[in-house]
């Protein structure tokens, strides 16, 4: 027979390590229909599987997750890299964008490049109320969707400098023809690094073509006909132009999507546009106006190294601030210290 409820802390670790073992496992292995764990399922399983004497309630189940930092109603996603050589092409190009400024310096240019895709023109019926003391801005949740556009980005590490091309594709001979507009840009430079992902139209015959005559070396198309030709076609450390590809499922190593992000906050996310033209206009002229005033390199902070569990970045913030999580019910000794408890919270000394 189960008794009432009991005092906070009279159950013992073990039980507390119960509740965490069985949140941290799947609710079909435990022969549950629902897809994700709640507190009455906790509570339920708990008490079919061990039959204690003691029902652990709902509350009691929150304070031992929440004090294991436990979360098993979240879910997010989470992308894997299983490139063998990750580590050795992500330690290449973060080495090249530690030596982007020396090499700036020397005259040759370190550039990052990639694809802004599906950036929708959207309109509203009704024009957007500007934002008054005591009310947020106000915009139509209907929209009119003029089209989409597809812009190809060039980031120059050393200066922060965007080059970007507009239009409605992103084909092979689109990217050949950004690629040309970027090396009119610098006539005088004696070499070019480049940065990207391992998307087929970085790697095409269209480009190869490009790359050989920018390089002023023969083009053979008999010797290109694969992707693994044209690929050490483009990463020859000889030539002129050097393409460095990342990683699978790696293209976050590229500096470009930091630009994208800021594109995304200062401009697409919060404007209305009233036609096509609107939009590739506004959009050259943001493009425009941080080259002239905002352009800078960006400080990257990632070296390389082998990413691995255990390094800061993969813990929560409480694990940052608390470390591993503890079972017991009594505060910690810093926390005693820094906030001694209440007087009406103080337990009676007992006399006699």
């Avoid at 690929?231 to 976050?252: E, I, N, Q, Y």
């Avoid at 200062?266 to 404007?271: D, Q």
């Avoid at 813990?315 to 209440?342: I, K, M, V």
Wanted: glycine content about 6%; some cysteine; overall charge positive.
């Amino acid at each position: 027979m189960l008794r009432g409820r009991v005092g906070r802390g009279a159950f013992p670790p073990s039980r507390r390590l119960d509740v965490i073992s069985l949140a941290s496992s799947s609710t079909t292995e435990q022969g549950q229909v629902a897809t994700r764990w709640a507190l009455d399922d906790l509570a339920a399983a708990l008490i079919n599987r061990a039959h204690h004497d003691q029902a652990m309630s709902r509350s009691t189940i929150f304070r031992v997750l929440d004090e294991a930092d436990l979360k098993p109603h979240r879910s997010v996603y989470w992308l894997n890299s299983h490139d063998p050589d990750f580590d050795a092409k992500a330690r290449e190009i973060c080495q090249l964008y530690v030596k982007a400024p020396a090499m700036h310096q020397e005259g040759r240019l370190l550039i990052c490049c990639d694809e802004k895709t599906g950036m929708q023109a959207l309109g509203r019926p009704d024009p957007t109320q500007p934002a008054q003391p005591g009310q947020p801005e106000k915009r139509e949740n209907d929209y009119i969707r003029y089209g989409t556009r597809t812009m190809i980005t060039s980031f120059v590490v050393a200066t922060g400098q965007v080059i970007g091309d507009l239009g409605p594709t992103r084909t092979s001979v689109d990217f050949a023809a950004h690629l040309s507009h970027v090396a009119d840009q610098f006539p005088e430079i004696q070499g070019c690094d480049w940065v990207m992902d391992n998307l087929n139209t970085h790697w095409s015959l269209d480009v190869c073509r490009l790359i050989a005559d920018l390089c002023k070396v023969p083009f053979v198309e008999g010797e290109l006909r694969t992707g693994q030709q044209r690929r050490a076609f483009l990463t020859d450390p000889t030539h002129k132009h050097v393409f460095h590809f990342t990683p699978t499922h790696g293209s976050w190593l590229n500096q470009v999507e930091l630009w994208f992000r800021v594109l995304a906050r200062r401009l697409l996310k919060r404007v209305d546009f009233s036609s096509m033209n609107d939009f590739e206009a506004r959009l050259l002229a943001f493009v425009a106006d941080y080259n002239k005033n905002h352009a800078h390199p960006y400080r990257w902070t990632y070296t390389g190294t082998p990413l691995v569990r255990g390094i800061p970045f993969s813990q929560t913030r409480r694990q940052e601030r608390q470390g591993r999580a503890w079972f017991s019910p009594r505060p910690q000794r810093f926390e005693r210290e820094l906030y001694p408890p209440r007087p009406y919270h103080r337990k009676p000394k007992k006399t006699g």
